[in-house]
């Protein structure tokens, strides 16, 4: 299981008075935002030019989402990103949206996995994950930490 320390990147959260619902918290469809936006703030951190995005890259082909504690318009909210698994031509991202307590504390609100599959976006096929992107991710996150398949 993840803590946080395991997590090398994230980003804040900025919370918008539309996210909120009637229940006064953050509905659960900006989650999804929130995590999308961490994502690509990952890749370009991990990438940085070594992916010319209008030609390959990957699509998410899949997400798996747990709402755990509620999240509000004023909570200080960060989203937590990091790749766990890298087979052939897929790898699995988590995520954490967590917020901090006035008293410093963490708290998981949700965490997902993704399921990103690498693509050639001119010819629409999958690709093998190639050299040069997984040692990107290896340098970032360290080898020891990946599961490869």
């Not at 299981?1 to 900006?30: E, G, S, W």
């Not at 994502?39 to 747990?66: H, M, P």
């Not at 963490?106 to 190639?130: F, H, R, W």
Request: proline fraction near 1%.
């Amino acid at each position: 299981m993840l803590t946080f320390k395991d997590y090398k990147h994230f980003i804040p959260i900025q919370i918008r008075f539309a996210d909120v619902d009637r229940l006064k918290h953050v509905n659960n469809a900006c989650y999804h935002n929130y995590i999308e936006l961490g994502r690509v703030k990952y890749f370009n951190e991990v990438f940085g030019n070594k992916i010319n995005w209008d030609i390959s890259g990957f699509v998410l082909a899949r997400t798996e989402l747990d709402h755990l504690n509620q999240l509000y318009l004023t909570d200080d909210a960060y989203c937590f990103s990091k790749i766990i698994k890298i087979g052939n031509k897929s790898m699995q991202i988590k995520n954490s949206v967590i917020k901090q307590n006035s008293d410093g504390t963490l708290v998981e609100c949700g965490n997902c996995l993704g399921v990103l599959v690498a693509m050639d976006y001119i010819k629409q096929k999958s690709i093998t994950i190639p050299q040069e992107w997984r040692k990107c991710i290896e340098n970032f996150e360290g080898k020891n930490s990946l599961n490869f398949s």
